[in-house]
């Protein structure tokens, strides 16, 4: 097994459990006989940076999430494939999540946003306490309701939420409007 297949194994492990392996089981995780091999793949891994010793213990490091990237893609014409696919890693949680303290998730429910690019069951990456200008993306209570919608200033005073597909209508709050964070990204899982 090449080292990483062993770090393969042990993200396999943590995706399955939420956990580090115990070093009991850490054996049987990265396919070795011996104990010998085990902390000698710790060692590469942590020297790798991919895991850290924190308190007598190994655990994984943000290293240990992001995964490769493949590169630019063309969505038109092909293009030649590039020499160094691969060799930049990218963690989710870093290109997304900016703020983590005051980042939430939200799920897209309906279509009044496909112009946006928000389809129906995507997840939405939300700041909250982020200061709002006119057509920003919002995640607003709305009289009591929870939606997503573009935010711009109504032509007489307050503010007015606008879809993104021009099946609904603009939403005027009638007693109560507040902005729970503004939509910084979106993502979707294709399911096969």
Excluded at 33 to 56: I, W
Excluded at 95 to 103: A, K, S, W, Y
Excluded at 168 to 183: F, H, N, P, T, W
Aim: net charge neutral; hydrophobic share 40%; aromatic share 8%.
């Amino acid at each position: 097994m090449t080292p990483d297949k062993h770090l393969d194994s042990l993200r396999t492990h943590w995706k399955a459990n939420k956990s580090f392996p115990s070093m009991a089981k850490l054996a049987d995780v990265l396919g070795l006989a011996s104990s010998g091999g085990v902390f000698k793949v710790l060692g590469r891994l942590v020297d790798q940076g991919y895991l850290e010793r924190v308190d007598g213990r190994i655990a994984p490091t943000n290293k240990f999430f992001a995964l490769p990237m493949l590169g630019d893609v063309r969505a038109g014409l092909p293009q030649e494939a590039g020499q160094d696919a691969g060799q930049e890693l990218v963690s989710v949680e870093d290109f997304l999540v900016r703020h983590p303290e005051r980042t939430v998730f939200c799920r897209a429910r309906g279509d009044s946003m496909t112009g946006a690019g928000i389809f129906d069951n995507d997840m939405l990456v939300v700041e909250r306490n982020t200061p709002t200008k006119p057509g920003d993306i919002v995640a607003a209570v709305v009289d009591n309701e929870l939606t997503v919608k573009y935010l711009y200033p109504a032509y007489d005073a307050g503010w007015v939420l606008r879809p993104a597909n021009p099946a609904y209508q603009d939403i005027k709050a009638k007693a109560s409007l507040e902005v729970l964070g503004v939509v910084v990204g979106v993502f979707r899982r294709f399911d096969r």
